[in-house]
């Protein structure tokens, strides 16, 4: 059983930043996902918990950083430059396979979810 538990959501104004946090034990990877209203869930990035691989949508590429903290057994989503179109829940979840060869990036390979938190952009 995974477990998984989300912080460090808000409202913040274009150009600005956000750090999310999810608390995940027991997990070979995390993912962050996000969802706007009226939209469906998309994959936003995703971590290997033993090697630290990462993996990014073409979105927030260059802007967001996904690091684990293996003391705390955190995951941190790092998002600077955010922009309006970032306004959306972030959900972190962590996959089915116990063991990952290539990093997940679609919802139906993820098993577990955390209650979402949500990211507000103000223009």
């Known amino acids: 059983q995974v477990h998984l538990i989300e912080s460090g959501g808000g409202l913040v104004q274009s150009g600005g930043s956000l750090r999310l946090s999810c608390v995940a034990s027991?997990?070979?990877?995390v993912g962050w996902f996000r969802q706007a209203p009226g939209k469906e869930r998309v994959f936003v990035a995703a971590i290997h918990w033993t090697d630290g691989r990462t993996l990014y949508s073409d979105s927030v590429k260059d802007r967001f950083t996904i690091s684990r903290d293996h003391a705390k057994n955190t995951v941190h989503l790092q998002m600077n430059n955010l922009k309006p179109e970032d306004t959306a829940v972030y959900y972190c979840?962590?996959?089915?396979?116990?063991?990952?060869?290539?990093?997940?990036?679609?919802?139906?390979?993820?098993?577990?979810w955390g209650q979402g938190t949500q990211v507000t952009v103000s223009s």
């Open positions: 979840a962590a996959p089915w396979a116990n063991t990952i060869v290539e990093l997940p990036r679609d919802l139906y390979e993820y098993k577990y």
């Open positions: 027991g997990s070979s990877a």
